[in-house]
């Protein structure tokens, strides 16, 4: 029996990688006409051949997955066998997104100093979750945090909350990513943006439904190596043409920037510093916030933190990760000013007519695009395909470790505990894991394409602000303070789900911006983590301690146990049973 | 886990002892990464002129060296965490998981 599913799920992989194959082939048919030069046409096909060895090789490992992904735990935590390093490289891959990987250069590219800031905030995340974070969270819970917060709490409102918060994080970063993804292919490979999407819509499928958290996890850490010695050969042809000094870079930088733009020398220094990023100081704490805080509250990562044996693993994970994030995030800042260096001067990169309509400099494909066109002018074609290729398996992996968390909200949250009240068997439950990934991937696909014209960057600023201000507060009140209780949690949970979100849509970016209601915004700010995380916090509290009900009383009581568990990681083993 | 053996181990001298170094070195490190993000933030935000100065009369300005200082910081207090924790404190949890198994068997309660 056993044999006889693992053979239909090799069946019908195979027969996926097919359609994926006629989906691209007829998507370049349709494509054809558009192409214009022809030597864009042969860059396309050196990525296209780089993306399907990917895709092929990331099958295979999919394949070797599902034959060891049969109960729960395997699907939601690789069966709790990845060890501390590999754990670590795929939370790495994880959050070295297309987002940051294009994102954060090409900021660099058009800004200097500001693409910094972004990148201090995505690192300064990191400290946090390992010191409060990471071990507690690891001895207390099973496969997701609304395991964690719903430990001594009443299940079914906390978890309820816990889910619902989750799957609006997952929701905001999957529209980012599907969004980036079909853009970022129709530039890179000529595809058409539907079908784009579609595509890693179905690929990311085949992962999740087939292969579980293991073949997730092994396709991010194939993603993350590949990235990784990409953006190093990037960086190292870069410092190679300054010999070495990051003085001489910053030099020839201003200089060839000044030009570029067309503006003084002395106006090209500024990118030096500090510049419109931030011209509100508000704004640039509450974006800090938001990038430190909600990094602890996000569920696609916070369930990597399963997938390992013990605490003691989850803390190596956290400090290889950070190394590698801090040590990309380095190459990112290279990679940027190279691409002020290489890029921005040659006219082979340049959309001359886009920038005689605008008066700014305008890359090909769009600035997000100064990553890819540094490949081509350091590394040539080839190079150029390889990193395209990554991109597009950048966004593959991290929407596949989104979708898991996602449908661990809904099939062992929402499903198994709150539904089934707990009265349901593991194979039910997995079956209803696989339905909810079938519907999380056609819900992506549908919002990638509704979504098509959103700012990326901004979708992405949205997700951690909720994951900051209702997941963060809630998450940390329920393993360091004893006075939580259900009613103190779930009002400060939703106080700071809705005042986020109330807050972005009166703020100016989606108020003016977006729907075009009027022409200043209720909301002054742009970022909410500044207000609605504390408000947060002081709901959960308040509430907390004017709960006078018995449940209240045997929460606080219950702490204490929760305090051994969380320390010692005792009773670990034996929580798979309960 | 029954309430006598979370008694037993919240009265355990080295589970205290622990507790109460974890406890510390967490919050401090915390403390310290707060501090120095959120002061670069204030800066960021109300003294532009400082970090668009230059460190040395070259171009480089002393935004870049911080902003690049703060990453690595970010690594290296991870790193220091890990290793406190990896050599003076799991021991201690090793100790007390140890002891606090130890009475249960006596008491054959197990």
Known sequence: ?578 | MDDSQVERILNNPKFQEMVSRKRKLSWTLTAIMLVIYVGFMLLVGYNKAFLSSSVSGGVTTWGIPLGLGIIVLSFVLCAVYSYIANHKLDPLNEDTLREVEAIAHEKGMH
């Open chain 1, 1 to 578: 029996m056993k044999k006889e599913c693992t053979k239909m799920k090799g069946i019908s992989l195979n027969a996926l990688f097919l359609a994926i194959i006629g989906l691209f082939a007829s998507g370049l048919a349709m494509a054809a006409p558009d192409l214009g030069v022809a030597e864009q046409q042969a860059t396309n096909w050196h990525a296209i051949i780089m993306f399907m060895i990917f895709v092929g090789f990331t099958l295979v490992i999919t394949k070797w997955a599902a034959k060891q992904t049969q109960s729960t735990e395997d699907f939601y935590t690789a069966g709790g066998g990845i060890s501390g390093f590999q754990n670590g490289l795929a939370i790495a891959g994880d959050y070295m997104s297309a987002a940051s990987f294009l994102g954060i250069s090409a900021l660099v590219f058009s800004s200097g100093f500001d693409g910094l800031l972004y990148s201090l905030g995505f690192m300064v995340g990191w400290p946090i979750v390992l010191f409060l974070v990471a071990e507690r969270l690891r001895n207390l819970g099973r496969f997701n945090l609304s395991d964690v917060v719903s430990f001594r709490l009443e299940e079914k409102p906390v978890r309820t909350l816990a889910a619902f918060s989750s799957l609006v994080v997952v929701a905001f970063y999957l529209i980012a990513q599907m969004v980036g993804a079909g853009q970022l292919i129709k530039l890179l490979f000529g595809l058409n943006y539907n079908i784009a999407v579609i595509v890693v819509g179905l690929l990311m499928t085949a992962y999740v439904l087939f292969g579980g958290m293991l073949a997730t996890t092994w396709v991010q850490i194939i993603k993350a190596v590949l990235l990784l010695s990409g953006a190093t050969f990037m960086a190292f042809m870069v410092m190679k043409a300054v010999d070495f000094s990051f003085s001489n870079m910053f030099t020839e930088s201003i200089g060839v920037y000044s030009e570029a733009h067309k503006i003084s020398l002395s106006e090209a220094t500024k990118i030096m510093g500090p510049g419109k990023l931030t011209e509100n100081p508000i704004d640039a704490l509450s974006l800090g916030l938001a990038l430190m805080f909600g990094t602890a509250g996000l569920p696609h990562i916070l369930m990597r933190f399963f997938t390992v044996k013990d605490a003691k693993e989850a803390r190596k994970s956290v400090v290889v990760a950070t190394g590698f994030i801090g040590y990309f995030y380095l190459l990112t800042f290279i990679i940027g000013f190279g691409a002020i260096l290489f890029v921005s001067n040659n006219p082979q990169f340049l959309d001359l007519a886009k920038a005689a309509m605008t008066g700014n400099l305008e890359l090909i494909g769009g600035n997000n695009m100064a990553a890819v066109h540094l490949s081509d002018a350091v590394g040539g074609d080839l190079f150029m395909g390889f990193i395209s290729a990554v991109a597009f398996a950048t966004i593959l992996a991290v929407v596949a470790g989104l979708t898991l968390s996602g449908v661990s909200a809904i099939s062992h949250d929402l499903y198994a505990n709150v539904f089934k009240k707990g009265q349901t068997t593991p194979a039910s439950e997995l079956r209803m894991s696989r339905i909810a990934t079938i519907g999380l991937a056609i819900f992506a696909i549908i919002l990638g394409v509704l979504f098509e014209k959103q700012n990326v960057a901004f979708m992405v600023g949205l997700a951690f602000s909720v994951a900051a201000c209702a997941n963060f507060p809630v998450l940390v009140l329920s393993m360091f303070w004893k006075g939580l209780t259900t009613r103190g949690a779930v009002i400060g949970g939703v106080v700071g789900l809705v005042g986020a979100v109330i807050l972005i849509v009166l703020s100016k970016a989606v108020w003016v911006d977006t729907l075009a209601i009027s022409e200043t915004a209720p909301n002054p700010f742009n970022g909410p983590a500044l207000f609605a995380m504390p408000l947060s916090f002081l709901c959960c509290w308040f509430f907390s301690i004017t709960d006078k009900t018995a449940r209240a009383e045997a929460e606080r009581k219950a702490f204490d146990a929760q305090f051994v568990r969380s320390q010692t990681g005792i009773g670990i083993s034996g929580a798979s049973d309960h």
